[in-house]
T-cell receptor
Protein backbone atom coordinates (compact mmCIF):
# COMPACT_ATOMS: atom_id res chain seq x y z
CA UNK A 1 0.00 0.00 0.00
CA UNK A 2 1.06 3.60 -0.60
CA UNK A 3 2.54 5.45 2.33
CA UNK A 4 1.05 8.66 3.62
CA UNK A 5 2.62 11.76 5.15
CA UNK A 6 0.78 13.89 7.67
CA UNK A 7 1.85 16.73 9.97
CA UNK A 8 2.57 15.52 13.47
CA UNK A 9 0.25 18.00 15.14
CA UNK A 10 -2.12 20.88 14.44
CA UNK A 11 -4.19 23.32 16.46
CA UNK A 12 -7.57 24.73 15.59
CA UNK A 13 -9.83 27.27 17.27
CA UNK A 14 -13.22 26.04 18.39
CA UNK A 15 -15.91 26.84 15.84
CA UNK A 16 -13.45 27.26 13.00
CA UNK A 17 -12.83 24.83 10.18
CA UNK A 18 -10.05 22.31 10.71
CA UNK A 19 -8.16 21.40 7.53
CA UNK A 20 -5.98 18.33 7.88
CA UNK A 21 -3.65 17.60 4.95
CA UNK A 22 -2.34 14.26 3.81
CA UNK A 23 0.23 13.52 1.16
CA UNK A 24 0.01 10.19 -0.70
CA UNK A 25 2.15 10.82 -3.75
CA UNK A 26 2.64 7.13 -4.59
CA UNK A 27 -1.03 6.21 -4.53
CA UNK A 28 -2.13 3.83 -7.25
CA UNK A 29 -5.28 4.07 -9.31
CA UNK A 30 -7.40 1.64 -7.36
CA UNK A 31 -6.39 2.69 -3.85
CA UNK A 32 -8.97 4.46 -1.73
CA UNK A 33 -8.21 7.24 0.73
CA UNK A 34 -9.66 6.66 4.21
CA UNK A 35 -9.73 8.91 7.25
CA UNK A 36 -10.12 7.66 10.79
CA UNK A 37 -9.71 9.31 14.13
CA UNK A 38 -8.90 8.04 17.59
CA UNK A 39 -9.97 9.81 20.74
CA UNK A 40 -7.84 8.93 23.77
CA UNK A 41 -7.37 5.16 23.75
CA UNK A 42 -10.72 4.26 22.25
CA UNK A 43 -10.95 2.18 19.09
CA UNK A 44 -10.48 4.21 15.88
CA UNK A 45 -13.60 5.80 14.45
CA UNK A 46 -14.30 5.91 10.73
CA UNK A 47 -14.80 9.42 9.33
CA UNK A 48 -14.93 9.31 5.54
CA UNK A 49 -13.36 7.74 2.47
CA UNK A 50 -13.12 8.36 -1.26
CA UNK A 51 -11.48 7.30 -4.49
CA UNK A 52 -11.43 10.26 -6.87
CA UNK A 53 -14.31 12.57 -6.18
CA UNK A 54 -14.74 14.87 -3.23
CA UNK A 55 -16.96 13.40 -0.54
CA UNK A 56 -19.07 14.88 2.23
CA UNK A 57 -20.96 13.31 5.08
CA UNK A 58 -22.37 14.50 8.37
CA UNK A 59 -18.95 14.54 10.01
CA UNK A 60 -16.58 15.95 7.44
CA UNK A 61 -15.61 16.65 3.85
CA UNK A 62 -12.83 14.99 1.93
CA UNK A 63 -11.11 16.89 -0.85
CA UNK A 64 -8.87 14.81 -3.14
CA UNK A 65 -6.66 16.60 -5.64
CA UNK A 66 -7.14 15.83 -9.29
CA UNK A 67 -3.83 13.93 -9.50
CA UNK A 68 -4.82 12.07 -6.29
CA UNK A 69 -1.42 12.70 -4.74
CA UNK A 70 -2.85 14.51 -1.75
CA UNK A 71 -6.08 15.06 0.13
CA UNK A 72 -7.53 17.27 2.84
CA UNK A 73 -9.98 16.35 5.54
CA UNK A 74 -12.18 19.27 6.54
CA UNK A 75 -14.09 19.44 9.81
CA UNK A 76 -16.30 22.45 9.08
CA UNK A 77 -16.96 23.65 12.64
CA UNK A 78 -14.49 22.05 15.01
CA UNK A 79 -15.56 21.46 18.59
CA UNK A 80 -13.53 20.50 21.63
CA UNK A 81 -14.75 16.92 21.17
CA UNK A 82 -12.94 16.78 17.83
CA UNK A 83 -9.59 16.78 19.64
CA UNK A 84 -8.09 13.46 18.53
CA UNK A 85 -5.43 11.80 16.41
CA UNK A 86 -6.49 11.75 12.76
CA UNK A 87 -5.20 9.04 10.46
CA UNK A 88 -5.05 9.21 6.68
CA UNK A 89 -4.78 5.78 5.07
CA UNK A 90 -4.60 4.61 1.48
CA UNK A 91 -5.81 1.13 0.93
CA UNK A 92 -6.75 -1.44 -1.64
CA UNK A 93 -7.69 -4.91 -0.59
CA UNK A 94 -7.12 -6.18 2.90
CA UNK A 95 -3.85 -4.55 3.99
CA UNK A 96 -4.70 -1.39 5.92
CA UNK A 97 -1.89 0.40 7.78
CA UNK A 98 -2.38 3.47 9.92
CA UNK A 99 0.83 5.43 10.22
CA UNK A 100 1.44 8.03 12.93
CA UNK A 101 -1.44 10.40 12.17
CA UNK A 102 -1.97 14.07 13.06
CA UNK A 103 -2.77 15.08 16.60
CA UNK A 104 -5.45 17.78 16.29
CA UNK A 105 -6.05 19.96 19.33
CA UNK A 106 -9.15 22.14 19.26
CA UNK A 107 -8.75 25.11 21.58
CA UNK A 108 -11.46 27.28 23.15
CA UNK B 1 -26.30 -6.79 16.24
CA UNK B 2 -23.25 -6.52 18.51
CA UNK B 3 -20.79 -5.38 15.80
CA UNK B 4 -17.21 -6.31 16.68
CA UNK B 5 -16.53 -7.79 20.08
CA UNK B 6 -13.23 -8.74 21.70
CA UNK B 7 -12.58 -11.23 24.46
CA UNK B 8 -11.08 -10.68 26.99
CA UNK B 9 -11.05 -6.94 27.65
CA UNK B 10 -8.10 -7.12 30.04
CA UNK B 11 -5.45 -9.75 30.72
CA UNK B 12 -2.22 -10.00 32.67
CA UNK B 13 0.27 -12.69 31.64
CA UNK B 14 3.62 -13.78 32.93
CA UNK B 15 6.52 -13.97 30.50
CA UNK B 16 6.40 -17.24 28.61
CA UNK B 17 2.69 -17.88 29.08
CA UNK B 18 0.40 -18.31 26.11
CA UNK B 19 -3.03 -16.97 25.39
CA UNK B 20 -5.56 -16.42 22.63
CA UNK B 21 -7.54 -13.29 21.94
CA UNK B 22 -10.90 -13.73 20.26
CA UNK B 23 -12.42 -11.26 17.84
CA UNK B 24 -16.00 -11.91 16.79
CA UNK B 25 -18.21 -10.06 14.33
CA UNK B 26 -21.84 -10.61 13.43
CA UNK B 27 -21.93 -8.48 10.27
CA UNK B 28 -20.90 -11.22 7.82
CA UNK B 29 -17.78 -9.23 6.92
CA UNK B 30 -15.11 -10.80 4.73
CA UNK B 31 -12.11 -8.89 6.08
CA UNK B 32 -10.84 -8.98 9.64
CA UNK B 33 -7.82 -7.35 11.26
CA UNK B 34 -5.67 -7.39 14.37
CA UNK B 35 -3.74 -4.28 15.40
CA UNK B 36 -1.65 -3.36 18.39
CA UNK B 37 -1.16 0.07 19.85
CA UNK B 38 1.64 0.89 22.23
CA UNK B 39 1.41 3.98 24.49
CA UNK B 40 1.69 7.20 22.50
CA UNK B 41 1.99 5.35 19.21
CA UNK B 42 -0.22 4.73 16.22
CA UNK B 43 -1.88 1.43 15.38
CA UNK B 44 0.28 -1.22 13.78
CA UNK B 45 -1.18 -4.05 11.73
CA UNK B 46 -0.26 -7.50 13.05
CA UNK B 47 -2.18 -9.85 10.78
CA UNK B 48 -5.28 -9.68 8.68
CA UNK B 49 -7.64 -11.99 6.84
CA UNK B 50 -9.58 -11.48 3.64
CA UNK B 51 -11.80 -14.49 4.09
CA UNK B 52 -12.48 -17.68 5.98
CA UNK B 53 -9.41 -19.91 5.98
CA UNK B 54 -7.03 -17.14 4.83
CA UNK B 55 -4.58 -15.01 6.78
CA UNK B 56 -1.79 -12.62 5.87
CA UNK B 57 1.02 -10.87 7.69
CA UNK B 58 0.92 -7.18 8.45
CA UNK B 59 3.64 -4.86 9.70
CA UNK B 60 4.50 -6.60 12.99
CA UNK B 61 3.59 -10.30 12.75
CA UNK B 62 6.49 -11.82 14.72
CA UNK B 63 5.49 -13.51 17.96
CA UNK B 64 1.85 -13.85 16.94
CA UNK B 65 -0.20 -16.45 15.12
CA UNK B 66 -3.73 -16.13 13.80
CA UNK B 67 -6.50 -18.35 12.55
CA UNK B 68 -9.77 -17.74 10.73
CA UNK B 69 -11.55 -21.08 10.84
CA UNK B 70 -14.97 -19.45 10.89
CA UNK B 71 -15.92 -16.33 8.98
CA UNK B 72 -17.18 -14.57 12.08
CA UNK B 73 -14.12 -15.22 14.27
CA UNK B 74 -10.49 -14.14 14.04
CA UNK B 75 -8.18 -15.51 16.71
CA UNK B 76 -4.86 -13.96 17.73
CA UNK B 77 -2.46 -16.22 19.60
CA UNK B 78 0.62 -15.46 21.64
CA UNK B 79 2.58 -18.69 22.06
CA UNK B 80 5.16 -17.35 24.51
CA UNK B 81 4.33 -13.89 25.78
CA UNK B 82 7.10 -11.30 26.15
CA UNK B 83 7.04 -7.94 27.95
CA UNK B 84 7.41 -6.27 24.52
CA UNK B 85 3.93 -7.54 23.72
CA UNK B 86 2.36 -5.42 26.44
CA UNK B 87 -0.03 -3.31 24.43
CA UNK B 88 -3.65 -2.60 23.61
CA UNK B 89 -4.95 -4.90 20.90
CA UNK B 90 -7.70 -3.83 18.53
CA UNK B 91 -9.71 -5.99 16.20
CA UNK B 92 -11.68 -4.75 13.21
CA UNK B 93 -13.75 -6.13 10.36
CA UNK B 94 -15.08 -4.88 7.05
CA UNK B 95 -16.53 -5.82 3.70
CA UNK B 96 -14.02 -5.23 0.92
CA UNK B 97 -13.33 -1.51 0.31
CA UNK B 98 -15.82 -0.40 2.89
CA UNK B 99 -15.66 1.25 6.29
CA UNK B 100 -14.08 -0.68 9.10
CA UNK B 101 -15.72 -0.73 12.53
CA UNK B 102 -13.30 -1.43 15.34
CA UNK B 103 -13.74 -3.41 18.52
CA UNK B 104 -13.26 -1.79 21.93
CA UNK B 105 -9.76 -3.16 22.44
CA UNK B 106 -8.03 -5.64 24.75
CA UNK B 107 -5.49 -4.30 27.21
CA UNK B 108 -2.74 -6.91 27.67
CA UNK B 109 0.03 -6.59 30.22
CA UNK B 110 2.94 -9.04 30.26
CA UNK B 111 5.06 -9.00 33.39
Amino acid sequence: DAKTTQPTSMDCAEGRAANLPCNHSTISGNEYVYWYRQIHSQGPQYIIHGLKNNETNEMASLIITEDRKSSTLILPHATLRDTAVYYCIVRVGGDMRFGAGTRLTVKP
Amino acid sequence: NAGVTQTPKFRVLKTGQSMTLLCAQDMNHEYMYWYRQDPGMGLRLIHYSVGEGTTAKGEVPDGYNVSRLKKQNFLLGLESAAPSQTSVYFCASSPPQRTIPFGPGTRLTVT
